[in-house]
């Protein structure tokens, strides 16, 4: 497969014009629906909270998850020749974009594996989206998750909590 990164930017600003904060995903999924046919993903659905899940192949399972909530604000969304700019092009519909272009890839070069590529709901507010897929039995024997860490491997975030 030849990417053309021009035409991928492009992709990506569609999606980062898309004003997505949490509860209001779903603006999302009928262009995600179209950029995962046009790169040949066998099936895709929404399911009962909103996450986009996308799939192909039969074998061992691995998912590939990014999240499609912005935190709310709505900025400007551009591309200046040679980067996106906007909310979500990187936390998170960069990644979400950059693993749906993965597992096509894939595709292509790698047999006896089930590509998942989902795009999950309200993780900027408090994670639904990742323990409804986990409630409901969602199996995968590799996870991949595309969030922002300045180009580290992460395994775990630090975070606090300030009650009075």
Known sequence: MLVDVDEIAELLLKLVKIYTPSGRESELHDILSE???EFGYEERYVDGIGNFIASYGDGIPILLASHIDTVP???DAYFDGERVYGRGAVDAKGPLLSYI???AIAMERVEGLKIYVA???REEVDG???RHLIENGFKADHILIGEPTNLGIAIAYRGS???R
């Open 73 to 75: 604000g709505k900025l």
């Open 128 to 130: 639904l989206g990742a």
């Open 119 to 121: 795009g999950l709901v």
């Open 101 to 103: 272009l993965a597992g």
């Open 35 to 37: 950029i995962v046919e």
């Open 161 to 163: 909590v300030t009650c």
